[in-house]
């Protein structure tokens, strides 16, 4: 028996029970699709084609908005709890997103719910449909008719819209690829992760490579094992001279250290010539005896062999490579338009042609000695857009802070 005046679901208007159940039909029928089809990943075209699909969705909405926004359904979808449902959804696959590793490669799934490809499955698919469609229409419901009190919520919303949009059809036009160069090397070929090689619109030449190191450590080495001993008490200390710390009970002082040495008979000497490794002169002192006992340590390289002191027949005093502090190539980049010599390190890159140069990788074996450089080559031409609807989005937040605070005065 049914209570009068109590609406029953599925009656209009659809609140947030109706609005829940929506979402959770999608995403089951999207884990669904997946399970039953193994599809794999989903792929957005390429331009035109993800450009035509934009330009379908924007003609849709409009369509939508202007000649059928009196029915009951686009009423529901431009509601309150139709945008609290749809972003409630989203979030839940973001949270899988963070549980499962997202490794899946192009075209191959290992989960059959699509867990390990989220954002390319059917599920991601139909709840940003479902978003996206009710954040337009609540945008253009605020737009139309235009009045100054609503401009500050359009300009958010539609740059939050335009800003997801052009993220997820953009991500078939963004290309990263990698190009490795030795010193006086020069190419315009590169790989992308398939390694399938492209043609750039440039040419770069590695004029030189270079990486500065922070000093060299010293620390335990766990023979059997043959890992580093690590614990509360024994953190590697830096072998610059006149440093001093505690090691396994033995108090080490670093008398001498010498960032390019050359080995000779039983010393080090310092030596600037190529491969020449850091090497320091210690003093070891054991606590329980007060035995002293002065050695040279060096980690070696890919020319020369390590030196170390065996403590006892579980662990050894040894130098730990020095770590790369800052690295750096000189190259030549020649364009259609000129060609320029510029300086590219990490985090530090340089654009040309509407490509993005990063400092990837060197030759880590080789470490200061590296003559190769390895490059990653990134261009995203949606990307402008994503930028475009990022500052709508601040510039509304802005308008609506500073109107709010105009009606409160």
């Not at 270079?210 to 023979?223: F, H, P, R, T, V």
Request: hydrophobic share 45%; with cysteine.
């Amino acid at each position: 028996m049914k209570m009068a005046g109590r609406k029953q679901i599925w009656q209009h208007p659809w609140s947030y029970i109706e609005s829940y159940l929506i979402a959770l039909g999608l995403l089951l029928a999207g884990f669904l699709i997946e399970f039953s089809t193994g599809a794999g990943t989903i792929e957005i075209p390429a331009w035109p084609g993800n450009g035509i699909i934009l330009f379908i969705c924007i003609g849709l909405l409009l369509l939508v908005h202007f000649f059928f926004r009196r029915m009951h359904f686009v009423k529901w979808l431009s509601s309150v709890p139709a945008a609290i449902s749809a972003i409630s959804a989203f979030a839940f696959l973001v949270m899988l997103m963070a549980v499962f590793p997202q490794e899946s490669q192009v075209g191959r799934t290992t989960s059959p719910f699509g867990f390990d490809h989220i954002v390319q499955s059917w599920p991601y698919m139909l709840v940003m449909l479902y978003f996206l469609s009710s954040l337009g229409l609540v945008t253009l419901k605020r737009f139309f008719p235009f009045t100054r009190r609503n401009l500050g919520f359009f300009i958010n919303h539609a740059g939050l819209w335009i800003a997801i949009v052009a993220g997820s059809l953009g991500t078939s036009d963004m290309l990263r690829l990698t190009l490795t160069l030795q010193e006086g090397q020069a190419n315009w070929l590169a790989t992308d992760a398939s390694g399938l090689e492209h043609e750039l619109p440039f040419a770069i030449k590695l004029l030189d490579f270079s990486l500065e190191e922070y000093e060299a450590k010293i620390g335990i080495l766990d023979n059997p094992k043959a890992e580093l001993f690590m614990d509360e008490n024994n953190h590697p200390f830096y072998a610059s001279k006149g440093n001093t710390g505690n090691l396994l009970g033995r108090d080490v002082k670093v008398l001498d250290y010498l960032p390019t040495a050359g080995k000779v008979s039983d010393r080090y000497e310092p030596f600037l010539g190529f491969g020449a490794p850091p090497a320091a002169w210690v003093e070891i002192i054991n606590q329980k005896n007060q035995e002293s006992k002065i050695a040279w340590l060096s980690c070696g390289n890919f020319m020369h062999q390590p030196d170390y002191v065996k403590l006892d027949s579980n662990f050894s005093l040894i130098m730990i490579p020095p770590e790369p502090k800052r690295y750096r190539s000189e190259v030549f980049i020649l364009s259609e338009e000129k060609g320029d010599t510029i300086s590219i390190e990490v985090n530090k890159p340089y654009q040309v042609a509407g490509w993005k140069i990063y400092q990837l990788s060197y030759n880590e074996r080789m470490g200061r000695y590296s003559e190769t450089s390895v490059f990653e080559l990134v261009r995203d031409p949606w990307l402008p857009l994503v930028y475009i609807g990022i500052f709508m989005m601040m510039a509304g937040a802005f308008y609506l802070l500073f109107t709010g605070k105009r009606r409160e005065l």
